[in-house]
């Protein structure tokens, strides 16, 4: 049973910077694409960022340029480095892990946290 725990959301003014992190469990960390999915207040769910292999990453276009993932595999454990952030950013944060090719659809991703809550103040 694949089990992925968020951590690290909060309150944040604009411009400022957050890390999120999900750690892991129950899977081989390093054979699964890991991915960051947001859903904002009203809005549908908006693929973030995926990691394959520690190195191999996908961006969304709102992420391009301002949102950095990376993974710590003996931590099992994927991050989200948000930087620049606006009120646009505000949103529930949620980790996701499937095996096979990257994709962006939500419904393509098994497993799915409980998700981080960030709100950006502007």
């Known amino acids: 049973q694949v089990q992925l725990v968020e951590s690290g959301g909060g309150l944040v003014q604009a411009g400022d910077s957050l890390r999120l992190s999900c750690t892991a469990s129950?899977?081989?960390?390093?054979?699964?694409?890991m991915a960051w999915f947001r859903q904002g207040p009203g809005k549908e769910h908006e693929f973030v960022a995926s990691?394959?292999?520690?190195?191999?990453?996908w961006y969304g276009d709102s992420a391009k340029g301002r949102f950095t993932i990376s993974t710590d595999n003996a931590k099992n454990t994927v991050y989200l480095q948000m930087s620049s952030l606006t009120s646009e950013d505000t949103a529930v944060y949620y980790c996701?892990?499937?095996?096979?090719?990257?994709?962006?659809?939500?419904?393509?991703?098994?497993?799915y946290g409980q998700g981080t809550q960030v709100t950006v103040s502007s």
């Open positions: 129950g899977h081989t960390f390093s054979n699964y694409r």
């Open positions: 990691i394959y292999k520690d190195r191999v990453t």
């Open positions: 996701a892990a499937r095996e096979g090719v990257q994709s962006r659809r939500r419904d393509q991703y098994p497993y």
